[in-house]
C-alpha cells in the first residue's frame, strides 16, 4: 500500500512536472524573435505564424505600405527587398506608422502564414501582421547620446 502511495505521488508530481514545462516552453515562443528583413524575404516558411521583430525602411502611399532593406528600395520599388505591412487591430500602431512614414523603424508583428503572392496586387512574397508595436529607429549619433 505504501508502494502504491509513493508511486502515485511519483507520477503525479512527474505529470505536474510536465505541465509546468509545457507551460514554460509556450510562454517562451511567445517571445518575438529578432529577425532580419532579409532573413524573412529568403525564408518566409521558416517564420510563417511567428512573432517577429524586424527592422527596415517603412514607406506608404496608397495602396502600398511595405517595410524594405533600405530608403532606395523604396524610392525604386524594389518589391523583392521588401515584405507588405498589414493593418493593425492596434490603433496606436496604426498612428504610429502613418507618423513614421519614410522613416527607419521596428516592427513587433505576426509574420503571416500566408506566403507567396500577398500584398496589393500580390505584389509581395512576405506579410507581416498584427503589428503591435511601432518604434522609430535611432540614427547612430542618437544612439551615443
Known sequence: MKKLRISLLLTTGIGIALTISSCACRRLSDQPQRVSLIELIANPHEYAGKRVIVKGFYHHEFESYALYLSSDDARHL????????????????NEKLKALNDCYVTLRGILSQQVGSVGHLGNYKVKIEMIDSVSLLPTRSEEHT
Open 78 to 93: 524594389l518589391r523583392e527587398n521588401a515584405i507588405w505591412v498589414g493593418s493593425s487591430s492596434d490603433l496606436k500602431a
